[in-house]
């Protein structure tokens, strides 16, 4: 079962546009609930939120509800993969995506979240040669694989 993404994730007439100063405070929140132990942890969720908040107009070109998406996204995927996940590596593509990636060994997950709100994800084993992923298709709901094959990245 796939699961669904409420607005404001999938952008569409009536999206509110989130402050990155409350995203901190919700995931700060979020991470004293989890009771996470590790500074280190904390402060490399702080450090991606201010690099996504340094992205945003005027400072950088991508508008503010394209990383409220991204934030969202991040926020459901942490809830459904069931653990802490670390700050993935950023960054904004040529053709207007911000690309958030994890890896580990040879395991290695991303994520490109459009400017409209919808995403495409990839997998890859490069012990095994296993690759898997949406392909060119945009996705406004994210499909078990995708969280079975991110929770296989980020255990550790």
């Known amino acids: 079962m796939s699961v669904e993404l409420a607005p404001p994730f999938f952008f569409g007439s009536g999206f509110s546009v989130l402050n990155l100063r409350d995203w901190h405070k919700v995931l700060s929140k979020s991470l004293e609930t989890q009771q996470l132990s590790s500074d280190a942890f904390n402060a490399s969720i702080r450090g991606w939120l201010s690099y996504l908040d340094s992205l945003t107009i005027p400072r950088g070109g991508v508008r503010t509800a394209h990383v409220d998406a991204v934030l969202s996204l991040w926020k459901v995927l942490s809830r459904e993969v069931g653990m802490p996940m670390r700050a993935p590596l950023t960054q ?8 958030l990636a994890w890896e580990h060994g040879q395991l290695y997950f991303d994520i490109d979240v459009f400017s409209d709100g919808r995403f495409a994800w990839f997998f890859r084993d490069r012990a095994s040669g296993t690759a898997e992923g949406s392909e060119d298709d945009r996705l406004t709901s994210i499909p078990p694989e995708a969280l079975h094959r991110l929770k296989s990245v980020l255990e550790e």
């Open 92 to 99: 904004v593509t040529g053709d207007d995506t911000i690309q």
